[in-house]
């Protein structure tokens, strides 16, 4: 069965940091594309960060600079670090895979939970 668990959300500062984690089991950790995404109330889940096979990565306009997407396939584990926070990120954050390479489209096979992040002061 595949699971993937996030975490590391809370509630951060303005111009603060964060680094979520997403554990993946269930299947071949390397042989499947694995993205960020977000969710804000009432609005659409939004493509964040993704990497593709070769280790290259995708970021949203909104997010570049500040945002890294990196994976480790002995851990089994995808991470998102987040710098220079703000206000506008709070959002539900998701961590999604699959064996087809959607980009950053949110039509991947399968999610996590997420995690809440809320950057305010």
């Known amino acids: 069965e595949v699971q993937l668990v996030e975490s590391g959300g809370g509630l951060v500062q303005p111009g603060g940091s964060l680094r979520l984690s997403c554990a993946a089991s269930g299947f071949t950790f390397s042989s499947y594309y694995m993205s960020w995404f977000r969710q804000a109330p009432g609005k659409e889940r939004e493509g964040v960060a993704t990497i593709d096979s070769d280790g290259s990565t995708s970021y949203a306009d909104s997010v570049k600079g500040r945002f890294t997407i990196s994976q480790d396939n002995a851990k089994n584990t995808l991470y998102l670090q987040m710098n220079s926070l703000k206000p506008e990120d709070t959002a539900m954050y998701y961590c999604?895979?699959?064996?087809?390479?959607?980009?950053?489209?949110?039509?991947?096979?399968?999610w996590g939970q997420g995690t809440q992040v809320t950057v305010s002061s």
């Open positions: 999604a895979a699959d064996r087809i390479y959607w980009w950053l489209l949110p039509n991947y096979n399968y």
